[in-house]
């Protein structure tokens, strides 16, 4: 019961930051809309387990970041919301109310992570606005912000579904070294990716997928050799 009341809050939080993010900008034109719908899309297809099954890295928090950095929240909120939907729908088949949880997760994560931005000041209307070191509090404060109401709302659903404590759920799955480096690698990415789609614009869609690709590559590789470095079981010793 607290769980299906939990999820249904989740849900009507990620419409209620759509509502106040307000309508997208109907002048911006499908292109655009549909770039970085494609780049979300992407992001949210190349999820991989962190070692150890604790927690995992996702691809599309580096997409979010730069949509959210890029596009007024109004479209950011909508398209990597949309585009977390379609993949829970499509491509990784889970089921309809799971889909409607990351949605309203993602929807709430985004307004929240863009609105923190952009009240600290933070500025990215060309690469010189970007990378002006002004940008640097806001920046970090959205990554902050962006990873605590994510991993929060996550460890929320993990607490009740198991039974165990939001806290204990939090630190076991979010709040541990590799966790917290990789979703600073990953906000960094973001960064970057922003930062090469004002340079070099929808060119810079080839540059981003080539790292993604590496870096996942890289990602995989070091899960595997910390899984074959680990001591066999006892059971496998006997």
Do not use: H
């Amino acid at each position: 019961m607290l769980l299906t009341v939990y999820v249904t809050l989740v849900v009507a939080a990620g419409g209620l930051a759509m509502w106040a993010a307000g309508a997208p900008d109907p002048t911006m034109g499908v292109l655009p809309l549909l770039f970085w719908f494609l780049a979300n899309l992407l992001g949210e297809v190349l999820w991989l387990p962190a070692p150890k099954g604790r927690g995992y890295l996702s691809m599309a928090n580096a997409a979010n970041v730069a949509t959210l950095i890029l596009l007024p929240p109004s479209t950011a909120v909508v398209v990597c919301a949309v585009a977390g939907l379609t993949a829970d729908l499509v491509f990784r088949r889970r089921a309809w109310y799971q889909g409607l949880f990351n949605f309203g997760m993602c929807a709430s994560t985004v307004f929240v992570a863009a609105l923190v931005f952009r009240a600290a000041g933070g500025v990215s209307a060309d690469v010189d606005d970007l990378l002006m070191p002004t940008n640097a509090a806001p920046l970090f404060l959205m990554g902050l912000t962006y990873f605590m109401v994510n991993t929060g709302l996550v460890a929320g659903v993990v607490a009740l579904n198991s039974g165990g404590s939001v806290r204990e759920v939090w630190k076991t799955s979010f709040a541990f070294p590799y966790e917290l480096v990789g979703a600073l690698v990953l906000n960094l990415l973001g960064y970057l990716f922003a930062i090469l789609f004002l340079t070099w614009g929808y060119m810079s869609a080839f540059v981003a997928v080539i790292a993604t690709y590496f870096i996942r590559d890289a990602y995989v590789r070091y899960v595997r050799d910390a899984k074959a470095a680990e001591p066999p079981a006892m059971d496998d010793a006997a």
